[in-house]
């Protein structure tokens, strides 16, 4: 993984290359950035993001101080979408040379903030990607996320971090970052890089969609979680389907979903709308669903809400070899009558490997043999369609 100064460097390299297929071809960030792409297309997906990302940097309200507002942006603008030379931009700017490199160094630190954010180690979920890029950026981000191992993170520390990384951003965007944090909360649980990509994520699309004003995050403890929420947003500027289709939040929420953890919009006493989510504060319990089905683990993930459960899902036998080997669950809910495969058979290997004997499992089934399931070394047994009810408790005295 490059730093960001390195990264930093790139970005102004393609800039300044901005309408040279081959310069940008040849760009480090045609990798890092867009490695799920073919070699023909990274170019000119790149000069789309850049475009784009520096478009995000025009003001978007006018306001008395419009023109001071803008000065970074027409900087970048005029210097590497017009292609003038400094002498020209200042000139056409009526600035003086020092303001120009001031602003132009102001503009640059801005847009690296912004892209930055969705650079992970052989992965971004790119602003200028498709729906389907981003989602294939996204799965790789959540792999990387759930083979990584999970440590107790100071909460101080990473928060300063991340205001530190965006603080080029805020600057230009005329917002003030504020933070506060309950002495309740010291800690959050997980890889390190991921907390810090959820954070940069929902931060920076936050700060994108201000103009002015002051961003508040609080951090406070409920029911055992860590509570994160951002205050400042404008009214009308961001809604729940943002959520899940825009790149940045995408991903945010993507990762959240690897600690069982959510992100939703909601509002303050004052009607005021408010960006929040939850970080673990221990160790996320894992339940592996054994189905053919995904409608079954659906329904338990319903079931269990906001418990403090991971689910994830075997519609085969590949895929339960392949999430055994990534990590054992804390519990096994097992169908034993799924086509092309024997949920008995399973079971007893389960039983008989020294890896996977102590797991507890518990058949959900439409058949009724819980003799049969108890002496195979099933933990519990419930008979589909299952009710909320005896699900939650049978889990809860599994795993409590």
């Known amino acids: 993984m490059i730093t960001q100064e390195s990264f930093g460097y790139h970005v102004r390299s393609a800039l300044a290359n901005l309408y040279s297929r081959i310069d940008l071809q040849m760009s480090p960030l045609c990798e890092l950035l867009f490695s799920h792409r073919t070699v023909d297309m990274r170019a000119d997906a790149l000069r789309a993001l850049l475009l784009d990302t520096l478009d995000r940097l025009r003001p978007q309200a006018p306001g008395p101080d419009q023109s001071a507002q ?10 590497y979408i017009e292609g003038l030379t400094p002498r020209q931009v200042c000139a056409a700017l009526n600035v003086s040379r020092a303001s120009f490199y001031r602003q132009h160094r102001k503009a640059l630190d801005a847009l690296v903030a912004m892209l930055w954010p969705y650079y992970c180690p052989q992965c971004t979920a790119d602003r200028g990607a498709s729906r389907g890029d981003t989602e294939s950026a996204v799965q790789e981000a959540v792999r990387l996320a759930r083979d990584s191992t999970g440590q107790a993170v100071p909460i101080r520390p990473l928060v300063e971090g991340v205001v530190q990384t965006l603080k080029p951003l805020a600057v230009l965007r005329h917002v003030g970052i504020r933070w506060s944090i309950s002495e309740a909360v010291t800690e959050v649980y997980g890889d390190a890089s991921s907390l810090r990509q959820i954070m940069l994520s929902t931060l920076c699309e936050t700060l994108l969609r201000m103009d002015g004003g002051d961003l508040e995050l609080t951090v406070g403890l409920k029911r055992g979680q860590s509570t994160w929420c951002l205050r400042g947003l404008p009214a009308g500027v961001l809604a729940s389907h943002d959520i899940e289709s825009t790149a940045s939040l995408m991903l945010a929420r993507a990762l959240l979903g690897v600690y069982g953890e959510k992100l939703w919009l ?53 895929e339960l070899a392949e999430r055994l080997e990534s990590g054992l669950p804390d519990l096994i809910v097992l169908d034993v009558l799924m086509p092309g495969w024997d949920g008995w058979a399973i079971l007893q290997q389960l039983k008989t490997r020294p890896e996977t004997a102590s797991i507890p499992v518990v058949i959900c089934s439409v058949l009724s043999q819980p003799e049969l399931a108890l002496s195979l070394g099933a933990a519990a047994v419930l008979q589909k369609p299952v009710s909320e009810e005896a699900f939650v408790q049978v889990v809860d005295e599994m795993i409590a």
């Open 266 to 318: 909601s509002k303050d006493d004052n009607d005021s709308p408010l960006l929040c989510f939850t970080l673990p504060t221990t160790p996320s319990r894992r339940i592996l669903v054994v189905d053919d089905t995904t409608a079954d683990a659906r329904l338990y993930g319903l079931y269990l809400g906001s418990r403090h459960y991971v689910l994830e899902l075997a519609r085969s036998q590949q």
């Open 70 to 79: 803008s000065t970074p942006y027409e900087v970048l603008r005029l210097r």
